[in-house]
């Protein structure tokens, strides 16, 4: 009996064990990821931190955007033996209210995070304030803080980073969000059965970082933003831009723009939009130059000839389209030179309407460029009826950013050539190093050689004696076009005869083109009552300043011939 006995003892020992090994086996192999999930949510809890991000440099190597290294402070209030005491010695440490801390320590119990982006230098007091005072549920998370050292300047291009989700959310912060990375992550910490924190666990960090290097030089775009509060200071317009390129690189070397914003504190702000890339207008004159440059190359003119500009006003489909001024008989080089609507109608209408379309989309115009999020494309609707091509002859049907025309107006100064624009230069790696690097590109050839060099003489006497003569240098030569434009009125749904976008786009100096410029303004009031708003009197009055300082950083010599002075 007693061997029975024990040789059933031992076959239920062995079953149980038999059993037991199979559970085992089955929880190893098919229920193991079930259950770990189950520990996981039992014994851990997931916090969030912002990731550092890389950093953006000017053209010349200075910081424009960075991250930081912060701190979080937090506490665990249940295990906290002296809240009083704790909460004096945070209070001085951080600098934040008593009451503050020690309303937290007192009514909350778990994880509770008492300050964020903390100075990183007073972690080592922080950890002697937890060793002195033997509290040892007073921790620290290591986290950052993006800052951007030059605030306001060319704050609506860099942008900024969301503090919610550490990425970028306007600007170049968010056109670079795959290279900058940043974002958030996730920290494992360890809990007792009671849900209290024991430990940090593990991080899980980001993907692989680079820094961004842009074409904007910070000195240029100081400057361009100087001319452009002179600008807003003396018109004060809805909107105003001021645009320097490279016209041979396309490399955008200033994006001024009126409103704009402090990235650091861009909460406090109702818009995010950077007008040179995001809004398109009319252009007015500054269309001219390029339907006769299409008449040039069309062998439809002759720059001596004499157009009757009919006392300033003519008839197209019935419909009537005046100068400014009354107009007899001009060559197309003084219609250009006093932007005469008339002639450059005239002018227009010889042309073939598919060819002056296809000119204008070859310069860019009706497309985005890629390089700017929320970019907007412009309206080009190709339209061959007189009265449509007679409007767009003097840009006024048809619109662009202010940065497709310093592309067309680049090409007047680059031999002819629709260039990539550019706002990065490349990406490096923590080191320094480009990984990435975003060359140069002439896109098509556009304008001809013959158009470019009749009109460039023309262009620069706009500055010298037309109507973009406000704003000529003593000691460096411009060429340009300016531009006027009426703005619709929905209210009595026609052209405005008050409200009007004003251009100056040109290039300097005329000899050897080293910028393009693009001035514009956005509805700029008078000076007094009566006054005629235009490009020339508006837009071209910042020029002189605008290129002298511009000119003079760079170290280059006057072009001009100053009066008075001894050969």
């Known amino acids: 009996m007693d061997e029975k006995r024990t040789k059933l003892i031992l076959f239920l020992l062995f079953f149980a064990f038999l059993i037991a090994g199979f559970r085992i086996l089955q929880l190893k192999l098919f229920q193991r990821e079930e259950y770990l999930s189950y520990i996981e949510k039992q014994y851990y809890t997931v916090e969030e931190i912002n990731l550092p991000r890389g950093s953006i440099y000017d053209a010349k190597g200075n910081f424009v955007a960075i991250s930081v290294p912060t701190l979080t402070v937090y506490v665990i209030p249940k295990f906290i033996k002296d809240k009083e005491n704790v909460a004096k010695q945070l209070s001085l440490l951080l600098k934040i209210p008593y009451e ?47 800052v951007y050292p030059y605030g306001e300047t060319a704050g609506s291009t860099i942008g900024f980073v969301s503090k919610k989700t550490g990425l970028g959310m306007e600007g170049l912060e968010r056109q670079l969000n795959d290279y900058l990375g940043g974002g958030k992550a996730k920290i494992q910490l360890l809990k007792d059965a009671q849900g209290n924190l024991i430990s940090i666990e593990k991080v899980e960090l980001g993907k692989l970082t680079y820094n961004a290097v842009l074409t904007i030089d910070m000195n240029i775009q100081y400057i361009a933003e100087e001319a452009l509060k002179e600008l807003v200071n003396e018109r004060d317009p809805l909107e105003a831009a001021v645009l320097i390129m490279n016209p041979h690189t396309g490399e955008i070397l200033a994006a001024a723009t009126y409103p704009n914003y402090d990235p650091n504190n861009h909460e406090r702000y109702k818009t995010y939009k950077n007008i040179i890339f995001q809004h398109a207008y009319e252009v007015g004159s500054v269309a001219k130059p390029i339907f006769l440059a299409e008449a040039i190359d069309e062998k439809k003119v002759d720059l001596d000839e004499i157009i009757d500009c009919q006392n300033g006003a003519i008839y197209v489909d019935g419909i009537r389209i005046k100068d400014n001024n009354r107009f007899g008989l001009l060559t197309p080089v003084q219609i250009i030179q006093h932007s005469s609507n008339v002639g450059a109608i005239k002018i227009a209408l010889r042309l073939d309407p598919k060819k002056i379309y296809q000119k204008l989309r070859d310069l860019g115009f009706g497309k985005k460029t890629g390089i700017f999020p929320g970019e907007a494309s412009g309206f080009l609707r190709e339209d061959y009826r007189p009265v449509n091509i007679a409007y767009a002859s003097i840009g006024q049907n048809w619109t662009a950013t202010p940065l497709q025309v310093g592309l067309a107006y680049s090409a007047f100064a680059n031999g002819g050539y629709l260039v990539k624009p550019l706002l990065v230069k490349g990406l490096t790696d923590n080191s320094g190093n480009y990984v990435k690097v975003y060359q140069p590109e002439k896109i098509r050839k556009v304008l001809s050689d013959e158009s470019i060099q009749k009109l460039k003489p023309i262009l620069q006497l706009v500055v010298e004696d037309g109507t973009a003569k406000s704003g000529k240098s003593d000691y460096f030569t411009i060429a340009g076009k300016t531009g006027t434009a009426q703005k619709y009125d929905p209210a009595i749904k026609a052209l405005s005869n008050s409200k009007w976008y004003t251009w100056f786009a040109g290039f300097f100096p005329v000899s050897d083109p080293k910028f393009t410029v693009v001035i514009f303004a956005n509805e700029p009031k008078p000076k007094f009552p009566g006054e005629h708003i235009g490009g020339g009197g508006v837009s071209a009055t910042v020029l002189k300043n605008l290129v002298d300082r511009i000119m003079f950083y760079y170290k280059q010599k006057p072009d001009k011939v100053v009066s008075g002075s001894k050969n």
């Not at 080592?124 to 993006?146: A, C, F, H, T």
């Open 100 to 146: 503050e801390i020690y309303n937290k320590l007192t009514s909350r119990k778990n994880y509770t995070v008492i300050s964020t982006n903390v100075d990183k230098a007073l972690k080592p007091q922080i950890l002697k304030l937890r060793s002195d005072l033997k509290e040892w549920n007073i921790g620290v998370i290591d986290n950052s803080v993006r």
